[in-house]
């Protein structure tokens, strides 16, 4: 609908760290079901933008909406990607055990004994992971320690850790960095299949454009201590 409420808003918004201003005056709005790159150059703040939306940093000046709610309040709703992570070769947690993080963090993933059988929401956590896992197509290798798949396959295991719960809006901090082009481009396929079968809204920091380019319905543009946002070729120039 046209005149519903954007899933993200920013209005005059500003942030702050150590008491330098990262970016300020920033207005924003990311509709449902859009796919949306955050782009700009190293340190303008696109990382700090994701924590605002979180509610993990807050805003210094100006308001934000995320769901309809102030950041940090609809955070079930919301699937979380941090910046690539490296796992050491001898790390023996399985795939599947790190998906499971996603809906049950505060057991490490692991099952409880008997819980399967006497808590009936066990099971629907345990169904929902494996429809995750198979979603992102990670079905082949999810039982195999975390530390001895590709660097591909450790990032459909951690996309689909994100999407456990469910979520409204799936915000990715560099989900393609240190991947191979061909990695980049299934990761971004990937990426946007979930977007528009599911009408998720996804928001994804990236350096290079070209993956996902083919794919976005817009872009936040961080550098020079501000924001610019709307179509690609509005935006990029």
């Known amino acids: 609908m046209a005149d519903a409420e954007p899933v993200v808003a920013l209005e005059g918004a500003a942030a702050r760290l150590g008491g ?6 920033v207005d924003l709005e990311v509709g449902a079901g859009q796919f949306v790159a955050v782009l700009g150059p ?6 700090t933008l994701i924590k605002a939306i979180l509610g993990i940093l807050p805003l210094a ?3 934000a909406r995320v769901l309809g709610r102030p950041p940090g309040e609809r955070g079930p709703d919301i699937g979380y990607l941090p910046q690539r992570r490296n796992f050491d070769r001898g790390l023996r947690v399985r795939g599947v055990d790190v998906v ?4 049950d963090g505060d057991r490490w993933g692991l099952p ?3 819980g399967d059988s006497l808590f009936p929401r066990r099971r629907a956590e345990r169904r929902r992971v494996d429809e995750v896992i198979e979603l ?3 079905s082949s290798f999810a039982h195999r320690p975390i530390g001895q798949v590709s660097g591909g396959e450790q990032q459909r295991l951690l996309i689909a850790q994100a999407l456990v719960r469910q979520p409204k809006l799936l915000l990715l901090d560099e989900p393609l960095d240190s991947l191979d082009l061909p990695n980049q481009a299934a990761v971004a396929a990937l990426i946007s299949d979930i977007s528009t079968e599911h009408g ?9 454009v070209n993956p996902i380019v083919s794919y976005l319905d ?6 020079r201590g501000g924001a610019v946002s709307g179509p690609l070729d509005e935006v990029i120039t």
């Open 200 to 208: 998720i809204t996804v928001m994804i920091v990236a350096h290079d």
């Open 42 to 47: 190293n340190g303008a703040g696109k990382s």
């Open 136 to 138: 992102v197509g990670a």
């Open 100 to 103: 499971r993080l996603g809906s």
């Open 20 to 25: 330098r201003t990262v970016w300020s005056n």
């Open 61 to 63: 000046e100006g308001r």
């Open 218 to 223: 817009g872009v936040v543009y961080v550098a």
């Open 112 to 114: 409880v004994p008997g």
